[in-house]
């Protein structure tokens, strides 16, 4: 009989998980993380706050954090980087970045953020997730169930088929008010653009103020039927 290949045993405790952590809490979700996967996980942070980042130190203090470095943020995004660099020392931030230069992509393509921002998601953090994402057993996301209806049903630990290994989302359940509420007791870090009232921050050319009453991820890709970059959906 052929041994499961890692791929296999991977889902196997995706699936076993998922039912098991169903109603945990963060802290017990990235304990498990860590108990499981030991130095084989990564939490990607799109340093709009160090919400995950703070709850996963709890747990693996050096742990691996990954930036989507696609040439394109706001100079706050990447201000809110370099400071949780100094503030959490032994985390090793993960930068990733795309094949080609922001440069070169507009040299041989023009603006695709303008006239094809899927394929513009795809080449710039698309691909280099799963470049990184193919080194690690398990990753954890900040996503949660509020930020938009399409992700109204973000299980707390899933089976990620398209990059092949475990996905963890501990905060999923997690309301504004709860989330918030972690920010000030906690004095975490967090972009100055979300104080300017952006709830959700991109690419600084797809991301804009959501208008008063729309869900926080309306404010990318504003106009567009886009809602995803294609990392999570």
């Known amino acids: 009989m052929t041994a499961p290949t890692r791929v296999e045993e991977l889902k196997v405790i995706a699936e076993a998980a998922s039912v098991e952590l169903a109603d945990a809490t963060a802290e017990e979700a ?22 995950l980042i703070d709850l996963a130190t709890k747990v693996k203090p050096d742990v691996d954090v990954l930036f989507l ?21 032994e985390v090793r931030i993960v930068n990733a970045a795309a094949e080609q230069s922001v440069a070169d992509q507009e040299a041989q393509f023009g603006l695709l953020n303008k006239t ?25 996301t900040g996503v949660r169930r509020v930020d938009a209806p ?8 899933q089976w990620d088929e398209r990059n092949g290994l475990v996905k963890v989302n501990p905060i999923a359940p997690w309301s504004d008010e709860r989330f918030n509420a972690y920010i ?7 972009n100055p653009l979300v104080q300017e009232g952006y709830l959700s921050i991109g690419c600084a050319p ?28």
């Open 150 to 157: 399409t992700r109204a049903n973000t299980p707390i630990v």
């Open 116 to 140: 094809d921002p899927n394929r513009c998601c795809h080449l710039r953090k698309v691909i280099p997730l799963q470049r990184t994402l193919a080194n690690y057993d398990a990753w954890v």
């Open 184 to 190: 000030a007791e906690h004095g975490i870090l967090e």
């Open 30 to 51: 990235l304990a498990w993380v860590a108990r499981t996967f030991g130095d084989s996980w990564i939490v990607a942070s799109n340093m709009q706050d160090a919400v």
């Open 206 to 233: 797809c991301t804009s103020k959501p208008l008063p009453g729309q869900d926080p991820r309306s404010g990318r890709w504003a106009g567009t039927s886009k809602t995803e970059c294609g990392l999570h959906g």
């Open 69 to 89: 470095e696609t040439g394109y943020h706001f100079a706050e995004t990447i201000g809110t980087r370099d400071a949780v660099d100094l503030v959490y020392p």
